[in-house]
């Protein structure tokens, strides 16, 4: 089984003599001003908390956007710091953005565009020349800080998401030394709904430079190589999976990402858990009330109004239940300003009101609403004092969310209602399954959850933490840094 130490040998004995660069948008570690004073904060982000203990593993370069009001206060003459602060054991690289760069390259071609595009929701997605344009010019600057980073020495470089889709053809062309490779975190959609996307053959080109391309499931790769056979002139081999074009290969691969399950389990077994639950208790008050819980960033494919319409249709459907449970739904804001992102935001205060409204008493409410970031302790907490935990993601490429609800529940028990669009589907199919778009599916499953025996919830939880446990981070690493190291450097380097 993978973990950090088997991971660590892998890195010493095959990676010593070599530079490993990891490229992401969002960066680990971020310094922001508060009370006077600068403190620094891990990102409420998947991506970053899955990469984080690899990067500590394997020390190296992260290179990301410096978006914190005090990062340029606490990098050196060369914008770099080293990370963790409590234990530095890698470096974080800051990439500098203007304002109006953002605007394009992130909050308009990559999530107005791209991310719609990507995600079966039914959300038109927003293309315009002026977002392409900055998406290029900033998909260039981070090139050149990673060309900077890589020196003369053979590189591996570790490119994260839709962010980034030109960088490798880029980098491939300022210095074909380097080895790079790509992870795609989101769905890719199948060919036809990509014939939507303007620039699609340059587009496709740039992720070709990747030597290898990785996603979470084999039905995206296989929509990649789809897509790449009818859009692009390439030769597609659809056996060995890879793409070859200008004569040089792409090879391409699913590799389902996880989380450092033993890391997690043991934080939630911490006293700062504990404190946090005495604290919920307090806030919440429970009682002997049942409770259910979902934690999300506010997007429109979490399927968050669709889950709060299931606690109403669940009332509905079986009375007796009034008063008896209690659903917690935490909303992390996100991408406030996209006009998608603010109907949802609306959508969601709305339903929560009127399902209150509608079952509430002087002393009981269905939802609680909490409009803020949590602490890991505090999603920990939450994570342990839920009896029913709900992913209705509308479409996913995994979710961590539900692997991290699996992997706090060391108690072996807990029951984990997850969509069948979402990726981690695949591997916890001992959760209850549901269709998001069905209410009544999802209202049933609610009470499913609720009447489930417990020796039949141990069982499946017993089930659920065994598959996480096996298919951590570490292994997820451990099979990307060993396809990337059949790849050879040039013998001039």
Not at 334 to 355: L, N, P, Q, T, W
Request: hydrophobic fraction near 40%.
């Amino acid at each position: 089984m993978w973990n950090k130490e088997s991971l660590h040998k892998l890195i010493q004995s095959k990676l010593s003599n070599y530079n490993l660069i990891v490229v992401a948008n969002r960066e680990p570690y971020i310094h922001r001003h508060v009370d006077e004073e600068i403190e620094c904060q891990r990102p409420a982000s998947g991506m970053a908390s899955a990469l984080d203990p690899i990067m500590r593993a394997c020390g190296g370069t992260w290179v990301g956007h410096g978006g914190g009001d005090a990062d340029r206060e606490t990098v050196d003459e060369r914008d770099r710091v080293r990370v963790p602060p409590e234990d530095p054991t890698y470096t974080l690289r800051r990439v500098w953005l203007s304002k109006k760069e953002e605007e394009g390259y992130y909050h308009g071609l990559s999530n107005e565009g791209l991310w719609p595009l990507c995600h079966v929701v039914f959300t038109r997605p927003v293309f315009e020349l002026k977002h392409w344009e900055m998406y290029k010019k900033v998909n260039k600057k981070f090139a050149d800080a990673v060309i900077e980073e890589a020196g003369d020495v053979p590189t591996f470089v570790f490119i994260q998401d839709y962010h980034f889709a030109l960088m490798p053809r880029m980098l491939k062309q300022m210095n074909p030394n380097l080895i790079v490779a790509q992870f795609w975190h989101i769905p890719w959609p199948n060919r036809e709904t990509f014939q939507a996307f303007p620039w699609k053959e340059e587009l496709l080109d740039g992720l070709l430079g990747n030597d290898l391309l990785g996603f979470h499931l084999r039905y995206h790769c296989q929509n990649f190589l789809d897509t790449v056979d009818r859009g692009i002139e390439a030769m597609v081999n659809q056996e060995q999976s890879e793409v070859t074009r200008g004569g040089k290969t792409t090879l391409v691969r699913p590799f389902p990402i996880s989380i450092d399950f033993e890391s997690h389990e043991k934080r939630a077994k911490s006293a700062e858990v504990d404190d946090k639950i005495r604290k919920f208790n307090r806030y919440f008050k429970p009682g002997k009330r049942l409770v259910g819980v979902g934690i999300e960033r506010i997007d429109y494919t979490k399927g968050i109004p669709e889950r709060l319409r299931a606690v109403d249709r669940m009332l509905e459907k079986n009375p007796e239940y009034v008063d008896k449970f209690i659903f917690i739904q935490v909303g992390v804001p996100s991408r406030g300003h996209i006009d998608a992102y603010k109907k949802i935001d609306d959508e969601i205060d709305r339903i929560v009101e009127e399902v209150n409204w509608k079952w509430g008493t002087e002393t009981w409410k269905p939802i609680h609403y909490a409009k803020r970031h949590f602490s890991t302790e505090e999603m920990m907490a939450l994570h342990r004092m839920a009896h029913f935990f709900i992913v209705s993601s509308l479409h996913d490429g995994m979710n961590l969310v539900s692997k991290e609800y699996v992997a706090s529940r060391f108690d072996g028990d807990g029951m984990l209602i997850l969509s069948s669009f979402a990726g981690a589907s695949r591997e916890l199919s001992d959760a209850i399954l549901v269709n998001p778009f069905s209410i009544d599916e999802l209202a049933d499953a609610i009470r499913q959850a609720i009447e489930t025996p417990e020796e039949e919830r141990r069982k499946r939880m017993q089930k659920l933490r065994a598959a996480v446990a096996e298919n951590n981070i570490y292994r997820w690493a451990g099979k990307i840094i060993s396809a990337l190291l059949k790849f050879d450097f040039p013998e001039s380097m």
